[in-house]
């Protein structure tokens, strides 16, 4: 049996989801001032961006919980709103991030798009039921 067809596929992606955003907020609100130093990210963008971050760790650690279709088509619908944005930000100008701004906001991107992708394949894999 591969990693992809055991049962708690799905659940350990969305628990592994839920902490990247639990960490990824932390990081982004608590050390808003010093990540916008280094980053030239605006600091209210990483402060509200890390903030947003909480909410959407417990809504998917709830879907995690009892992984219900329609819940994980919700999670997998908001990280590719996040990696969309994501980019955004890069190219609808106004901000002038330095190069490890670009590549921070590229590196949590991809991570977030690997994680959506993962939360698909374990949806397919999902009994009729659910």
Do not use: K
């Not at 994980?72 to 106004?94: C, H, T």
């Not at 490890?100 to 397919?124: D, K, P, T, Y």
Request: net charge positive.
């Amino acid at each position: 049996m591969s990693l992809l067809d055991h049962p708690r596929f799905l659940r350990t992606v969305l628990i592994v989801d839920a902490a990247t955003c639990v960490a990824t907020g932390a990081l982004m609100s608590l050390g808003a001032g010093a990540l916008a130093g280094i980053t030239r990210l605006p600091e209210a963008l990483l402060l509200y961006a890390g903030l947003s971050l909480f909410p959407i760790a417990a809504f998917i650690g709830f879907v995690a919980l009892r992984p219900i279709a329609a819940g994980v088509r919700a999670v997998v619908f908001g990280n590719v709103g996040w990696v969309i944005g994501s980019l955004l930000v890069l190219v609808a100008g106004g901000l002038a991030p330095n190069a490890l701004g670009v590549v921070f906001v590229v590196v949590q991107a991809a991570v977030v798009a690997v994680l959506a992708e993962l939360e698909v394949i374990g949806l397919r894999r999902m009994p009729a039921a659910a």
